[in-house]
């Protein structure tokens, strides 16, 4: 059983020596080498969505190489983890959202589909994640005490600019809760290749004119940092409980879903 992690660099660190395999994709090279780890008997590869040197925006992630690249390690579930910004004030930083809903902004501007014709594909995308990961992960992070909020929408946006207030006061009326860059279209393409995908969103601050204060990538990089240890711990023990047998949806979404 094979299980990938798409995250910030910070994300990698650990005292496992690690062995990294590089892969070419027919859409190009992923963001980084698939660094590779064990956690008991299942391998975890890890990928740097933003390169090795934190050099790639987002705007510019190759999400379809990235996810391809996964798909030819044969691995079958990804955990994507993410710095999100909060859109209420109830969505306090530090807290770690798992997301269950997605409004995509940046659809138009990406590539962000490997159906680009003669196959014609329509995914269903009614519910963009895997339950089965979703549960675990709430589960896991119940029995670890962790305070964790088990559902919500995140708007993803193409960046790399910060909102206005006004753009967030908007993205907050139509039901948009939590706000990053990076989401889309990396959940849409796993789903596309039916493998399971799940967001781990670390909230490290205020949105545009939630907080009085303007925003600082200082202010993001300290609160992602101060939740890293959490984040790699909740990844881990959930990876130990998931079966190695999928008890999804996920892996049939492509039988429906082509002329
Ligand atoms: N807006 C957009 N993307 C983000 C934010 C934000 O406030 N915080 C972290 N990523």
Known sequence: MRIGIIGGSGLSESEVKKNSISV????????????????????????????????????????????????????????????????????????????DQIIDFTQGMRENTFYDGPKVVHIDFTNPFCEEMRNYLVDTAN???????????YICINGPRLETAAEIKFYRSIGAEIIGMTLMPEASLAKELALCYAAVCVVVNYAAGISQNP???????ENMNKSLETIRL?????TKALPHERNCYCKNVLKDASF
């Open 234 to 238: 909740l990844i881990k023990k959930t």
């Open 143 to 153: 029995d670890m005490g962790i305070e964790i909020i088990k559902n919500g929408t």
């Open 24 to 99: 070419e994709t027919p859409f190009g090279v992923p963001s980084s080498s698939y660094e590779v780890e064990y956690i008991d008997n299942k391998e975890i590869l890890f990928l740097r969505r933003h390169g090795e040197n934190h050099s790639i925006p987002p705007h510019k992630v190759n999400y379809k190489a990235n996810i391809w690249g996964f798909n030819e390690l044969s691995v079958n579930r990804i955990f994507g983890v993410f710095a999100v910004g909060s859109l209420h004030e109830n969505i306090t930083p530090g807290i770690i959202v798992i997301p």
């Open 215 to 221: 925003l600082t990538v200082k202010e993001v990089v």
